[in-house]
């Protein structure tokens, strides 16, 4: 399902980006490894510098209006970072349907799972892919059984230690 | 040898064989500027000076070697001056031309006095030897004196000054008298004291006093420092220079062996090496050389000073609007009747109406228009529901009922909980008054109920008011002209009035509830006051009976009697104790439900906070009472706010006790993990954040509906539907002030303080505005000692929220 995608490439400022209402992934269940601010300090856990890092490496996709429909985590952590009016590039779906982005965002959690290393690590993806629909994850479920270089295709932006653990998880 | 001496010296040598010592010897004897300025003005004028302080000198039993040869030089010099001056090259030791306004030397007479003084020359062939003699006497004296130093140079400066004004015409005379040939320096400077003494010129003496002795030189010149030590410290060091630092400094050790052991012990055998160096060095401190404050200090000072100076001409005024005691006893004298006006024309009235009207208008602090629309009541005691009025209780005191300006247009449920309020206020006025009554035969107790104090008078025609205020200005006058005193109607209707506000734990406004006055300057602050009336009573009596005693006056309040009154006057929107106490311990219980969601106990906490900030603080309720993490300084306990109007004048510091700064905290903590857990799905909470810009967590106090609902600011509206419908809590949300305001001043905190904190000011007295001496961090350690005691009183106390 990721082949389809176009992706067109904008710079816009930061204030633009608006947090889709389209889809909501059962939240209690969710947990990450950090939260978005510093416990000490009144600014985010990343630097500013760290946050327009993050946002480079791991750009924000987005749809219609500006909602951000893949990377809301990304989102979510350099939210507390940023200036409104920050400059960041970010990949524009141009012509995805709305049942595409629907797809995309309820995927988006096991995604996370597996790029952001989570401390539940394998299980973590285990889990969360039990929360989601059977069917949507057995779509997907051939791309991610993939070998370790097939997933690093298609997730560029995997460390080596997840790649271990999806490796370990499905084969 | 400058260089300009040196060119003087080669310039010589094209003409004349004149060595550079002999120059320089000269040079120095009259003790020549290192640029020789018009020294060729001097050159034809120094052989008969020196010639004549050659003989002065083998007279006086001097050493003349040094001016025989300086003679020579001098002779020689004159000779190759015509040379000299043609020579284009030399021109800079050429006579200036024009001639300055002060001659040849001009600019020179602070700092080369007698080289100044040698190029003086007198218009008068008569007096010309006289003249030249005098300055031979000058030369040798300042030769005694050797090198001279600033400090000396300071003390000769206004002689010879002095002494340029002998060549004027004026001054022709006084020379006369001087000896035109020479003369042994000793007598020459008790003749030249005959001379000028007592004369305008007499300072030139003291060229000779100082060259006679040294020591009295020494005197001067230390009186002369004396007073340069007197003025103020001057500060050396700016505000941000480094302290004094350490550096090593060049120290003889005492161990080490003296120079003539060193040289001993080396004459016996022994090598330089082992002496090792006979100077150690140690650390010491370099000299401090602050000896005052600094520039900003002193800026500091001198605003401080500025506004000491600019807040007691405030207060001059305001104490000259008042009565003193001495006014207070002319006026007593008048109403007891020791006093008498005999031929004094009463007309309109008679003058017990005056007494009446005058006592009632100084025991009321009341207006002469309020005191003569009071209706009369002969023999009735006041019912709850009676009007204003007198009333002349039979062999009772006098009690007059006034009507409080506390706010009337509230209906009783939405007063559920407040602290009762009386609309008005009773004054038992002191038995002094009720002598005085006696004295004039009791008018107020005689007849039946009437509308008005004096039935002649009706305060609604203006003719009629426009008399009998001329008579009671007539009557101040009389009184005034008669005694010596500076009473007006005005200063008798206020002295009590301020002295019941200047009391221990009451205001102004509360002052003014308990006159039943509604003055502009104290209208806000009268509408967030309550006031206890028995405690005001009490003070009134107080009050009373200290100022009979003053002045010398009978009839005081028995002090064991009851003030017999009761009750509150003034706002109606404060909450008892009971109220908030309950409220507290409500949401505090709704907290500690296990069960809530999460976004249940977000609502809670927001609730609880925006309530707790609100009594704490005294926010008015115009939006959410949160603060931004920029606006708190959690070390002195000091927030910002801007609740209303115009923030440039209206933002104020507010005092944030402990419990409300660690609410804030447990707030902030509760917001990063409400964030963590519904940043990625609730939009609005996500664009809070973005529009927040880095500056810390949002602290903005909301309700959520559901995870993804948006959010809602706990407005004051909304925040009164959740208390009225959850909690019945139906008092308005800015009760909170209220209630501070009142427990402050219970507590006994100055009312300055309290306003401040409210952010309550008339125009000229801002709290923090750039006339007021009012420290922020004084502020915040005077409102330490009451409010976090009052919010512990009223159950408040930090929840933690759903932090980590």
């Known amino acids: 399902m990721f082949e389809g995608i176009e992706l067109e490439y904008k710079i816009i400022s930061f204030n633009q980006v608006n947090l889709s209402p389209i889809v909501v992934p059962n939240v209690p269940e969710v947990t990450y490894s950090c939260y978005p601010w510093h416990p000490d300090r009144n600014a985010g856990v990343l630097t500013r510098d760290g946050a327009l890092l993050l946002l480079k490496l791991y750009p924000l996709i987005l749809w219609d209006k500006n909602y951000c429909v893949v990377g809301r985590r990304v989102l979510h952590l350099v939210g507390p970072s940023l200036k409104s009016d920050d400059e960041i590039k970010v990949g524009y779906m141009t012509k995805a349907s709305k049942e595409d982005v629907i797809k995309l965002m309820k995927l988006e959690p096991l995604i996370n799972q597996i790029a952001f290393a989570t401390p539940a690590g394998g299980k973590g993806i285990f889990e969360t892919s039990r929360l989601i629909d059977k069917q949507l994850v057995a779509s997907v479920s051939q791309s991610l059984t993939q070998s370790v270089e097939v997933v690093s295709k298609m997730l560029s932006d995997c460390g080596i230690s997840t790649l271990f653990k999806l490796n370990a998880q499905f084969k | 040898m400058s260089d300009a001496r040196l060119r003087f010296v080669k310039a010589v040598n094209e003409h004349r064989q004149v060595s550079e010592d002999a120059i320089a010897d000269l040079v120095d004897l009259i003790k020549a500027p290192p640029t020789l300025k018009s020294f060729f003005h001097h050159i034809p004028l120094l052989p008969q000076v020196l010639e004549a302080a050659v003989s002065i000198a083998e007279m006086s039993d001097m050493d003349s070697g040094r001016f025989r040869k300086t003679l020579a030089t001098a002779n020689l010099l004159a000779s190759a001056l015509p040379e000299l001056e043609d020579d284009l090259r030399y021109r800079e030791f050429r006579t200036p031309n024009p001639i300055p306004r002060f001659g040849p030397c001009d600019g020179l007479l602070s700092s080369h006095p007698l080289y100044s003084a040698l190029a003086e020359t007198t218009p008068f062939k008569n007096i010309h030897n006289c003249f030249v003699h005098l300055k031979a006497q000058i030369l040798l004296a300042m030769e005694s004196l050797g090198t001279m130093d600033q400090e000396l140079l300071d003390v000769l400066h206004v002689p010879f000054a002095t002494f340029r004004s002998l060549t004027k015409q004026s001054n022709k005379d006084l020379l006369k008298e001087l000896p035109d040939k020479p003369v042994p320096v000793a007598s020459f ?537 959850e909690f019945n809590y139906a008092i308005r949300l800015n009760a909170g002030r209220h209630y501070l305001k009142y427990h402050l001043i219970k507590a006994g905190c100055s009312p300055e303080l309290v306003e401040a904190q409210l952010g309550h000011w008339e125009a000229g007295q801002e709290p923090w505005g750039p006339f007021s001496n009012l420290d922020p961090l004084d502020f915040a350690r005077q409102m330490a000692g009451y409010i976090p005691d009052i919010m512990k009183c009223s159950g408040w106390r930090a929840l933690k929220g759903k932090g980590r």
Not at chain 2, 245 to 262: D, F, G, H
Not at chain 2, 491 to 515: I, K, N, Q, T, W
């Open chain 2, 189 to 725: 400077a008790a003749i030249v004291m005959a001379v000028f003494q007592k004369t305008k010129l007499q300072t030139v003496c003291k060229i000779f006093e100082v060259a006679e002795n040294p020591l009295r030189r020494k005197r001067l010149v230390k009186k002369k420092t004396a007073v340069r030590k007197q003025g103020l410290p001057h500060p050396v060091r700016e505000d941000d220079e480094e302290p004094a630092a350490e550096y090593l400094r060049e120290v003889l050790p005492s161990t080490a062996l003296t120079q003539k052991e060193s040289a001993d012990y080396i004459d016996h055998g022994g090598l330089p090496e082992e002496l090792g160096s006979d100077i150690d060095l140690e650390p010491v401190l370099a000299p401090d050389h602050y000896h005052g404050p600094t520039w900003r200090q002193l800026a500091l000072q001198a605003q401080q000073g500025h506004n000491r100076r600019a807040m007691l001409n405030q207060f001059c005024p305001l104490a000259w609007n008042q009565a003193n005691l001495f006014d207070l006893k002319v006026l007593f004298e008048f109403l007891d009747g020791r006093k008498q006006l005999d031929n004094f024309d009463y007309q309109p009235l008679a003058r017990e109406d005056v007494i009446v009207i005058l006592g009632l208008m100084f025991f009321t602090c009341n207006s002469l228009e309020r005191v003569l629309s009071l209706p009369v009541f002969p023999g009735c005691d006041p019912q709850l529901d009676s009007g204003e009025g007198v009333y002349q209780r039979k062999g009772k005191h006098v009690l007059v009922r006034l009507r409080s300006p506390g706010p009337g247009l509230t209906r009783p449920r939405d007063l559920q909980g407040a602290i009762p309020v009386t609309q008005y206020s009773t004054i038992k006025l002191p038995p002094f008054f009720s002598r005085c009554l006696a004295q004039i035969g009791n008018p107020l107790s005689a007849g039946a109920t009437r509308f008005l104090l004096i039935e002649t008078v009706n305060p609604a025609d203006n003719a009629s008011m426009n008399n009998v205020l001329s008579l009671l200005r007539g009557v101040m006058g009389e009184l005034n002209s008669g005694a010596g005193a500076r009473l007006s109607l005005g200063r008798v209707s206020s002295y009590l009035l301020f002295r019941v506000a200047e009391a221990p734990h009451s205001d102004l406004p509360g002052a003014m509830l308990y006159f039943g006055r509604n003055d502009k300057f104290a209208r806000t602050r009268i509408h967030y006051t309550l006031a206890d009336s028995g405690l005001l009573a009490a003070t009134y009596r107080t009050c009373t009976n200290t100022l009979l005693d003053g002045v010398d006056c009978i009839g005081r309040f028995d002090p064991e009697e009851p003030a017999g009154t009761s009750g509150y006057l003034g706002t109606p929107f404060c909450p008892e104790e009971d109220t908030v106490r309950r409220l507290a311990a409500e949401l505090q219980a709704k907290l500690n439900v296990k069960s809530l969601s999460m976004i249940d106990y977000h609502n809670y906490i927001a609730l609880y906070t925006s309530m707790l900030i609100s009594f704490g603080t005294g926010y008015r309720a115009i939006h959410d009472p949160a603060f931004r993490e920029m606006e708190i300084d959690p070390q002195w306990g000091i927030g910002v706010i801007a609740d209303k109007g115009t923030a440039d004048y209206r933002t104020r510091y507010v005092y944030l006790a402990p419990v409300v700064l660690d609410q804030i905290r447990f707030y902030r903590e509760h917001m990063q993990a409400m964030y963590a857990h519904l940043g990625v799905i609730n939009p609005s909470l996500f664009d809070l954040v973005k529009t927040n810009d880095c500056e810390g967590v949002p602290l903005n106090l909301f309700w959520l509906a559901d995870e993804v609902a948006t959010l809602e600011l706990m407005t004051p509206g909304k925040t009164k539907v959740l208390l009225k419908n």
